[in-house]
């Protein structure tokens, strides 16, 4: 308790850019933390934004899950958890205190209107890119990467993503509506063409998704990740890459806490090593994120904790 509370004392003195939150006016960026999102911060993070190189921040958006939600307190308890997480990493051999990092809390989407919260989470990462920072988003259901990848692919039009899932998430539409957790790939594609999107450990999805990545030149690895994955990594040297990670890319046995749980999964040991991978590569990571952890189906904080641990994996090996 004592620790929250100085945890909330810290907020109050701080403010944060955050575009597009009131009357979506540029010129009223400045915001200050709300406790109620940001009763956390993940550990080591600097209070200062401006000195800092990455801005880790939360999209706890799950308004269109279809099975089981709860995502939209992933973020929070993957900070909260950190506090019981070393911060040397002994397979990079670095630890965190050699980069800076802003965590800059969750953002105060619309409860239930999908496209505007999307539009806020576009606009938001669109400032952190044009500060110079790489933007490490936690959500929050698949959808939030959407208009993440929207904003970055403004940036960089050479953009190609890498993607760890259970699911294809190619769906055009889920019941009918297009903005849900069931299509964000599919969008992706769209914008940034098919062959520019690599997606690892897929196991799950419609016939006709399949047969649509197939047809369209897109790269889709079936049920594993780290082979299929070194193999790619040379081609994507010299590009800008994006990566977004579902936790349920995950065998349910080492993430349980998830919306749309999927049997036959990874280990967290393979997806350690792909993110370790990726950064040995050379490949140049200009963002990422985590999502679709659901605490409420995580009783013993397993996945939590393993998300926390694979946020600072990726931070540590990624960012430069």
Not at 147 to 162: E, F, G, N, S, T
């Amino acid at each position: 308790m004592a620790r929250c509370k100085k945890i909330l004392a810290f907020f109050r003195n701080f403010t944060i850019l955050f575009p597009c939150v009131r009357n979506c006016e540029k010129e009223e960026k400045k915001m200050r933390f709300d406790e109620a999102y940001s009763g956390h911060v993940f550990i080591g993070a600097s209070p200062d934004y401006e000195k800092s190189r990455v801005v880790l921040y939360g999209m706890p958006m799950d308004w269109t899950v279809s099975y089981r939600p709860g995502s939209r307190f992933g973020p929070g308890r993957i900070r909260e958890v950190s506090i019981g997480l070393e911060e040397y990493s002994p397979y990079l051999d670095r630890e965190l205190a050699e980069i800076s990092y802003f965590d800059a809390g969750d953002m105060p989407l619309p409860f239930g209107n999908p496209q505007k919260s999307l539009d806020m989470i576009e606009n938001y990462v669109g400032t952190l890119l044009d500060d110079g920072k790489f933007p490490f988003g936690l959500g929050g259901e698949h959808l939030v990467t959407w208009p993440v990848i929207r904003a970055v692919y403004k940036k960089y039009p050479d953009l190609a993503v890498i993607h760890f899932d259970a699911h294809t998430d190619l769906r055009t539409d889920y019941e009918g509506e297009p903005l849900s957790h069931a299509t964000p790939i599919r969008k992706t594609t769209e914008l940034i063409g098919p062959a520019n999107v690599y997606s690892f450990g897929i196991r799950s999805g419609l016939k006709e998704e399949f047969e649509w990545a197939e047809r369209n030149g897109m790269h889709i690895a079936k049920f594993e990740v780290l082979e299929p994955l070194k193999k790619v990594l040379p081609a994507l040297s010299g590009r800008h890459v994006y990566v977004t990670v579902d936790i349920d890319v995950l065998d349910p046995a080492f993430a349980p806490g998830t919306g749309t749980v999927d049997a036959g999964g990874i280990t967290s040991k393979e997806l350690l090593a792909s993110i370790h991978a990726i950064a040995r590569s050379g490949v140049n990571v200009i963002g990422c994120d985590l999502v679709e952890v659901a605490p409420v189906y995580d009783h013993s904080e397993q996945t939590a904790n393993t998300a926390s641990k694979l946020v600072r994996e990726m931070m540590l090996g990624w960012v430069k």
